[in-house]
């Protein structure tokens, strides 16, 4: 059974550009999650997708947004970057819409907004 | 609104101690509650899910008790080991079902 996985591990971006971080759920998992972790903090919920609809969102503008795939992998994209944005982006997968059941995360990707 | 707190932030045992780590919320219907543990910028690995109509749940040296009427659930990890040194978080569903609400964390650290 494959883990979830993320790519790339990290990121150097500059204020203003554009960036897409990518998720592979985990074998038979049907939704995925995205959290954005800042230092020292909990995760916050950014948004989720079910069976490719997004099916639940967080407090972030519209300028993160994403995407789910047939074979149920993720995007998450970031338009107009601001140094805010540094985080550890973190993907989780599950089976089954919402968050009641067991959430599985990948190992995250590292983002530095200069 | 759901809020997760953890507490202490940080502790340190030497080895082999028996410690709890406390996990409180502040709306006690809810669902369920999982612990997680992150190594240093790394991801979450998923420890223990225990469902609200549970009191208790094992996995090795590691005990999770959930008290929903008192919005409380605590982590106890048996004879700590150097390994076991990470930050530990809780989260419980939000209201509406769609996203995890975490703790801060409490930062472990076990000395040999």
């Known amino acids: 059974e494959t883990g979830v996985t993320q790519s790339p591990t990290h990121l150097i971006k500059t204020r203003g550009q554009q960036v897409t971080l990518r998720c592979s759920s985990q074998s038979g998992h049907n939704t995925v999650s995205w959290y954005q972790q800042a230092l020292g903090q909990g995760p916050q919920f950014i948004f989720q997708y079910y069976r490719e609809e997004e099916n639940g969102r967080g407090n972030f503008p519209p300028r993160f947004s994403g995407l789910q795939f047939p074979n149920y992998s993720s995007e998450l994209n970031v338009n107009a970057l601001e140094l805010d944005d540094s985080a550890l982006y973190l993907c989780?997968?599950?089976?089954?819409?919402?968050?009641?059941?067991?959430?599985?995360f990948g190992p995250g990707t590292r983002l530095t907004v200069l | 609104k759901q809020e997760v707190t953890q507490i202490p932030a940080a502790l340190s045992v030497p080895e082999g101690e028996n410690l709890v780590l406390n996990c409180s919320f502040t709306?006690?219907?809810?669902?369920?509650l999982q612990w997680f543990r992150q190594d240093p910028g790394k991801g979450l690995t998923s420890l223990l899910l225990i469902q609200s109509s549970q009191r208790e749940q094992t996995s090795g040296r590691l005990n999770a008790s959930l008290d929903k009427s008192s919005g409380r659930s605590t982590l106890y990890i048996a004879a700590s080991q150097p390994g076991d040194s990470a930050t530990y978080l809780c989260a419980v569903p939000n209201q509406a079902g769609t996203a995890l609400i975490f703790g801060k964390g409490t930062t472990l650290s076990v000395s040999s």
């Open positions: 989780a997968s599950s089976l089954g819409q919402g968050a009641y059941n067991e959430q599985f």
């Open positions: 709306d006690s219907a809810i669902y369920n």
